[in-house]
């Protein structure tokens, strides 16, 4: 490396002349919130994935919240979670005053499969409200498998596909694209800059649900119903004439303000424009570190992959066998960073923090923690070169000592 080689980030936005004018018109325009920006984001955002509904909200966070508030799980309700996931897919369980059962993941994919839900089920105490599966990476958990699993029970699936814009997949249900509706009750998606596409902050909801999609909308502003067709207070509502009196609204419920304001809708309905190529760029940088990383095998592997699929790749992630190599997870990324090269962990399994270890006593989650001591994320965004992906790999394998 050269010391004009510029630092690598593990993830980062792509933001060009075209984005910016499009936040622009919006900050010269008369709304910067609550005005057309967001609706039109909404019915492109609809058709990206092919859902019948798409809620825009103010972070992935707020999408999973919402999503969970719009389902409103019995009270003593538990819902299951991948423990290899963020903070906010359990997150929004805790914040709904609901508990979270961990679900173990697949070591090779980081995925919940139907043995790891199978046993979560077998744990839960209390009824199960929902499955949240998370699409690790950008590929798709087995979302028919599932679906077969818990429909009959009456167990709803809220998927977090906060790193699967994009991704398509084949499974025995047919062809589907994540968030269409076909597979889950409801998907969440994130627009945080080192997610596919960049709000700054932001978040979507989508579903086939019409009901959903309008509780998803009152409960993102207060849970006020300000269309009339829907006003449940008669006398209060209309005048003599039966005209919707001016001032009239109904507050029907607790809802909280996650709205996306107009200027995040305006830049995140112009980096949807250019998903396709994004998608594109981002397959290729994964094949190309595939390529470059199979002769570092096997101490290095990288993520098993799922058939059938086409993830939108969020992370590229490998699994380093530390011990085998003499050398600590903390150290690689110390020395990859003083290359220029940032990484990172995804994640920390979350039956093993703090805030849930201490009122989970789950037992051990195998899969997860030998995910966990080996998995590393490397550098993936759409700017980045082919030349950049020869750096890290290069990089990599001498911190490795390979
Ligand atoms: C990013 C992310 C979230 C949260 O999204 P924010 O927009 O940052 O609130 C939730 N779940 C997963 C898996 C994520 O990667």
Redesign the pocket.
Known sequence: MTHSARFLPYGRQTVEAEDVAAVVEVLESDHLTTGPAVARFERAFAEAVGAPYAVACS????A?HLALLALDPPEDAVCIVPAL??A??ANAVRLCGRRVVFADVDPETALLGPAQLEAALARARGPVAAVLP?HYAGQPAPMAEIAEMVRDRGIRIVE?A??ALGTRFRDRLGAATVGDGSRADLSCF???PV?TIACG???MVTTADPLLAERLRRLRSHGIERDPARFAERAAAFDAQGEPNPWYYELRELGLNYRLSDIHAALGASQLRKLDAFLAARRRLVATYDRLLAPLAPEIRPLGRVAGAEPGWHLYVVRIDFPALGIDRATVMRRLRERGIGSQVHYIPLHLQPLYRSRNPDPRLPGAERFYARCLSLPLFVGMTEQEVERVVEALREVCGL
């Open positions: 972070s992935g966070t707020a999973l996931t963020f906010a897919t998370v977090d906060c790193h994130s627009f945080h997610k902050e932001g978040g």
